[in-house]
Structures are given as C-alpha cells and as structure tokens.
C-alpha cells in the first residue's frame, strides 16, 4: 500500500512526532508533519501507521505515567522535609528570640512562635521516611503491610456514605 517507499527513519520519526503531538488523528497530524522529500504519505498510509503505533506506544505510556508519578512523590517527599526543616527553624528562631529579648517580646507572640513551629514539624516528621520506604517496598510487600495494618485495627476502611 505504498509504505515501503518511505524510510524506517521517517516513519520513526513521524510516531515520535505524533506521541509527543498528544497521538492526534492522520487529519490533525497530517497537518503539521513534516514531509519525505517532499513526499507525503496518503492519509489511508498513515492511518494504517497510526493503528500500529497506538498498539507500540502502550509502554510508552505507561513509563511516562511511571515518572510522572515518581516525580510528583519526590516532590511532595521534598515538600514535607522543607517543612519540616522550616517548622524546625521557627522554634529556634522562636525560642532564640525568647531568650534575647526576655523583657521586649509578648508572651503571645513568643509563643504562637513555639506553637507553629512545634505543630509543623509535628505534622511533617516522619512522612518523607515513610513514602521513602513506602517506594522501595514491592508490590507484594506494600499489600502485605496493609493486610497486617488492616488486621491489627492500624488502619480502618471507611465507609463511603460516611
């Protein structure tokens, strides 16, 4: 059907073209693609390539949803050891200004300082270890550990409605 007159190269570069356009249809992509030699392919050719290529490009997907979620977890795990280094922080700037300034500083202010700082690294401690051991566990063992969590009241299933 006329395939064989274009290269492997051009037909490889075209699927990438099109996995990264966002996998359009051969109308939407044969707009923007770029010719062989001033050759383009007819659109049954390239719908012919575009079923091969939505079959090819499943582990593509499912790689790129991969990083995207590794990414989004190293970052939230990022996240929480900010906080908690600011929520550290806090409580000695809080408690370094206490100690300096004794008689010029509220009590309140003083305080609401300490209650922070405490409260945030409280609210952060331990979470970036546990999704960093959570991520070197494997599949069979994270369901282990919530079948044991489960089973020894740790955790509870909630009910929807509630």
């Known amino acids: 059907m006329g395939e064989e007159k274009y290269s492997d190269n051009y037909k490889t570069n075209l699927y990438y073209l099109w996995y990264n356009a966002g996998k359009p249809s051969a109308n939407t992509f ?10 383009y392919p007819a659109k ?13 490009c499943l582990d593509m997907d499912e790689k790129a949803i991969q990083e995207i979620e590794d990414k989004v ?7 929480f050891q900010r906080h908690s280094e ?3 922080e806090m409580q000695t700037m809080a408690l370094d200004w206490l100690r300096l300034n004794k008689d010029k ?9 300490l209650v922070d700082g405490v409260e945030i ?28 969590r489960l089973t020894t009241g740790q955790i509870e299933i909630l009910d929807a409605d509630n």
Not at 73 to 79: F, S
Request: proline content about 3%; overall charge negative; hydrophobic content about 40%.
């Open 73 to 79: 977890i190293a970052d939230k795990v990022e996240m």
């Open 86 to 88: 600011v929520g550290r």
């Open 105 to 113: 500083l509220t009590p309140g202010t003083a305080v609401r300082m």
């Open 44 to 56: 049954a050719t390239l719908n012919i390539w575009i079923q091969q290529w939505k079959k090819d």
């Open 121 to 148: 690294e409280q609210a952060t401690a331990g979470v970036s270890d546990a999704i960093k051991k959570m991520l070197q566990m494997s599949d069979e063992d994270l369901k282990d550990e919530i079948i044991e």
């Open 30 to 39: 044969l707009l923007s693609m770029p010719n062989d030699e001033g050759r």
